[in-house]
């Protein structure tokens, strides 16, 4: 089945520092990923949806020049959280699969961010 | 644009009994509707999966039903086992695809 690769697992660092996280899906190319962010015991909130060689879209309420996004090729996108502070501590988690006729999504293991 | 409610937020049962957890959406152009299963501190994934031309489906112990005209879906385990604890979450599509998911039901089996 299809598989999606997140990493690094697991960050922890000084605010104030930058934090790349990359989502590759290893036997299937896809167009669109998506990023989401996790609280405890709380549902997935869709952050962006990542385009393939496009501009990501940005969910109301999600600062894009925080949250970086780049999807360079078919197989990898990346977020970066710029400037990282204390409140942007969470899971941060991506998926990808077949968009166009709705299907599932396959997500990656997550990136449990903390800031200190 | 859609909007998944999810019902109920935690439901215990004792091992063997079913376990019901129920979706309404707001979306009529929805027509992908998959239920997830996330284990604590590990990644959802798919447990079955329901699209808007059929109004049923099954696979083992686990089933999803849909009805369009009402907008809502729902999901049904039977015989209910410790290891089926985790959080569930259903999701419809924006109509572009674009999965919405709702707020989670934390399944607990009770031996």
């Known amino acids: 089945g299809a598989v999606v690769s997140q990493h690094p697992s697991r960050v922890i660092c000084k605010s104030g520092t930058s934090v790349k996280i990359e989502c590759r899906s290893l036997d299937f190319q896809a167009t669109t990923m998506f990023w989401y962010r996790q609280f405890p015991k709380q549902s997935l909130m869709l952050m962006a949806t990542s385009n393939e060689g496009s501009k990501a879209t940005y969910e109301q309420g999600v600062e894009k020049d925080k949250f970086l996004i780049n999807h360079a090729s078919l197989t990898l996108s990346t977020l970066t959280v710029t400037s990282a502070h204390p409140e942007d501590s969470s899971f941060y988690i991506c998926?990808?699969?077949?968009?166009?006729?709705?299907?599932?999504?396959?997500f990656g293991d997550g990136t449990r961010l903390s800031i200190l | 644009g859609e909007n998944v409610e999810q019902h109920p937020s935690t439901l215990s049962v004792q091992e063997g009994d079913s376990a019901v957890i129920k979706c309404t959406y707001s979306?009529?152009?929805?027509?992908?509707f998959p239920w997830y299963k996330q284990e604590l501190g590990k990644r959802p994934q798919l447990i079955i999966d329901i699209r808007s031309n059929v109004g049923e489906k099954k696979d083992q112990r686990i089933a999803v039903t849909l009805n369009k005209t009402a907008k809502h879906f729902s999901l049904h385990i039977t015989e209910t086992q410790p290891e089926d604890s985790a959080v569930y979450f259903c999701a419809g599509d924006r109509g572009s695809y674009i999965p919405t998911f709702g707020r989670g039901t934390s399944l607990i089996v009770h031996p």
């Open positions: 979306d009529s152009a929805s027509n992908y």
């Open positions: 998926s990808a699969g077949v968009v166009e006729g709705g299907g599932p999504q396959h």
